[in-house]
């Protein structure tokens, strides 16, 4: 997020290349805002009914009691989310910390992206390691994984 005040306060993103995690997996989204400092908030749709909840588990980060210009908000994907596709809102207010994901802010932005929870690949590498060489030549790399899949 770095778009500045847009002229009707909201901006969809969710066309622009979307943020990817599995589940369990964290997310971490960096802001600066152009114009004040402003409170920030983020929700994610995650039961993708349309509409955001201002309470837990939909609101994921808050800026607290402090207004900001820039900074990274983080959330974790909860472990048992479906893979699909999830709408992630952020807000920014400078007026007050108590607004929620809806309505109009006279001094805010809106903006809305697109995360794209995928399924998490059962094989995974549990060991790499590397040939000793001080020299030119080839380096022999070993990478053993999970027993039963192939890597």
């Given at each position: 997020m770095?778009?500045?005040?847009?002229?009707?306060?909201?901006?969809?993103?969710?066309?622009?290349?979307?943020?990817?995690?599995?589940p369990g997996g964290g997310v971490t989204i960096d802001y600066f805002l152009r114009v004040s400092r402003q409170f920030v908030k983020i929700w994610v749709d995650w039961n993708n009914d349309g509409t955001f909840t201002d309470a837990a588990p939909e609101l994921v980060y808050t800026s607290g009691g402090f207004q900001t210009i820039a900074g990274a908000g983080g959330f974790v994907v909860p472990p048992a989310t479906l893979p699909g596709n999830y709408r992630i809102r952020i807000r920014t207010f400078e007026t007050s910390?108590?607004?929620?994901?809806?309505?109009?802010?006279?001094?805010?932005?809106?903006?809305?992206?697109?995360?794209?929870?995928?399924?998490?690949?059962?094989?995974?590498?549990?060991a790499i390691y590397d040939g000793d060489r001080c020299d030119v030549g080839t380096v022999v790399l070993g990478v053993e994984g999970t027993p039963g899949y192939r890597i």
């Open positions: 770095g778009t500045g005040r847009s002229i009707s306060g909201y901006a969809d993103y969710t066309a622009a290349p979307p943020v990817t995690q599995i910390q108590t607004f929620g994901p809806c309505g109009n802010l006279a001094t805010g932005e809106t903006e809305d992206y697109r995360l794209i929870v995928v399924a998490d690949c059962p094989a995974k590498p549990n």
